[in-house]
């Protein structure tokens, strides 16, 4: 395969100070980026939400990696979902189409597991995105990530725009968001066992029932896939980054339980919302792409994000 030379490239990462884009950040670095010429946005001085700054992020770069999003669980995405679309939608469609004015060399974006439809056959398949509407509580976040492949596959038959859409399963690892309002399912339920435990606390509320199935990438390995799509990656398609393997919420807290040695008892809410009845990646596209595989076992990465936690709550 050959690879986009990385050497004396000025990339901008959007997001990059958060727990994925830190990650890529390193991992750009190990394939032959030199760190001085990595431009990061933050939210908090560059709203990507205004065009103005769009053009300004994009000025004089040569790639440039979405990541940047406004996200979180099922609680943010039922409270806010306007919100979520309209932020989603309007940040990456203006980067895009600034991108392209600007005549930026490759353009990858980040897109989410959300968009796939509720009842997607499991493993699901890229070929599969189009066949039905997201699970209802993360619609409007899922579409909107959606949309933007649509438009890169058009800017690309278009203006012949290298622009390339990669879908990470859910991630998790050290420095991820353990924010309660905002959180995904791991550091969610890490923090809470952590704090029945604090709290001398028997028993232990969790949303919904237990049975739906998550598959889950530890940052660093998406962090490397990020890259070697970036580097080796030229296609409309998208591509699936994930491991294939597949836990119930079930066996998922019963084992953050066992490894923070919490012995009370699980209780399901079981009216709160359960999210869509399974996730699992079929990865063999990345495989093939770009020789993509995930390195860390789950066990290990669970061990290694509750570690991180412990030490910085």
């Not at 000025?10 to 884009?21: A, E, H, P």
Request: hydrophobic share 35%.
């Amino acid at each position: 395969m050959n690879a986009l030379e990385l050497k004396n490239k000025k990339i901008l990462v959007t997001g990059g100070s958060g727990f994925l884009g830190r990650q890529v950040i390193d991992q750009l670095c190990k394939a032959g980026a030199e760190r001085e010429k990595i431009t990061v946005t933050r939210s908090r001085d560059c709203d990507l939400r205004v065009l103005e700054n769009c053009q300004r992020a994009v000025n004089q770069q040569d790639i440039v990696i979405h990541l940047a999003a406004h996200v979180g669980g099922i609680g943010l995405n039922r409270e806010k979902p306007a919100e979520l679309f309209y932020d989603n939608l309007i940040m990456g469609t203006q980067l895009i189409h600034v991108a392209h004015e600007a005549g930026i060399e490759k353009f990858v974006c980040v897109g989410t597991i959300c968009a796939y439809p509720k009842f997607t056959p499991v493993p699901f398949k890229e070929d599969d995105l189009w066949d039905g509407y997201p699970e209802e509580t993360n619609a409007p976040y899922g579409v909107a990530k959606k949309a933007l492949l649509v438009q890169l596959q058009a800017y690309r038959q278009q203006y012949g725009f290298n622009g390339i859409y990669l879908l990470p399963v859910n991630l998790y690892g050290p420095e991820d968001n353990f924010d309660p309002r905002s959180s995904h399912v791991i550091p969610a339920l890490i923090r809470k066992v952590q704090e029945a435990q604090s709290k001398g606390e028997k028993k232990l509320p969790v949303w919904g029932d237990g049975s739906p199935t998550r598959e889950f990438l530890y940052s660093e390995d998406a962090a490397r896939g990020i890259v070697m799509g970036t580097q080796f990656y030229n296609d409309p398609e998208p591509v699936n980054l994930g491991t294939g393997y597949e836990i119930s919420i079930r066996d998922l807290i019963h084992l953050i339980c066992e490894l923070m040695e919490f012995e009370g008892e699980i209780v399901w809410e079981t009216d709160k919302p359960n999210g869509q009845p399974r996730r699992c990646l079929d990865t063999e596209r990345a495989k093939h792409a770009f020789d993509f595989t995930a390195q860390v076992d789950f066990k290990q990465g669970l061990k290694n994000t509750i570690e991180w936690w412990r030490k910085h709550a």
